[in-house]
């Protein structure tokens, strides 16, 4: 495991990180600094997700935004583990330059309950976070650029 971490490291192009295997919301949320209020935005996606790659534009357009206000999103891309990889490379060559990571969760269920009982896990999903580590808005399926901002603006206080 070590060595093909060591791997994707090396071969990580200058910009885009290797994308690391994590198991817990907490871990993904610990690639980005919080930005003001405390705030960060997770993005729960798969590269084997059509509505996903349908939505990716948006996302990097989501981040963009996000970047201007200093509030980061981080992407949880739920493929296998063994797809890190993959993901790194989609992620490169769609420009989702923001950390993303594999949630190879063991049991998904503490995951949903601990983002929104609500989520039946369906992709895409996006969660704002606050500095507790708890979900302050939930956008199930496709994201909503502007309300998403214009939540984030609010709860942050700008």
């Not at 610990?30 to 930005?35: F, P, T, V």
């Not at 509030?71 to 330059?97: F, I, M, N, Q």
């Not at 923001?98 to 896990?121: C, E, S, T």
Request: proline residues 8%; contains cysteine.
């Amino acid at each position: 495991m070590t060595l093909l971490l060591c791997a994707w490291l090396l071969a990580a192009p200058a910009g885009f990180p290797a994308v690391p295997v994590v198991r817990t919301v907490d871990e993904v949320a610990a690639l980005a600094r919080r930005g003001p209020g405390g705030l960060v935005v997770l993005h729960f996606w798969a590269t084997w997700c059509a509505a996903c790659r349908r939505e990716t534009p948006r996302i990097r357009e989501l981040a963009r935004q996000l970047a201007r206000i200093g509030v980061p999103l981080v992407g949880a891309s739920l493929d296998r583990a063994g797809d890190a990889g993959r993901v790194g490379e989609y992620a490169r060559e769609h420009g989702l330059a923001f950390p993303n990571a594999v949630l190879d969760a063991p049991d998904p269920d503490p995951v949903v309950a601990r983002l929104d009982p609500g989520w039946d896990a369906g992709l895409p999903a996006t969660f704002v976070l606050d500095r507790s580590g708890k979900t302050v808005r939930a956008y199930l399926g496709a994201t909503p650029v502007e309300r998403v901002l214009e939540d984030v603006r609010r709860l942050s206080g700008g």
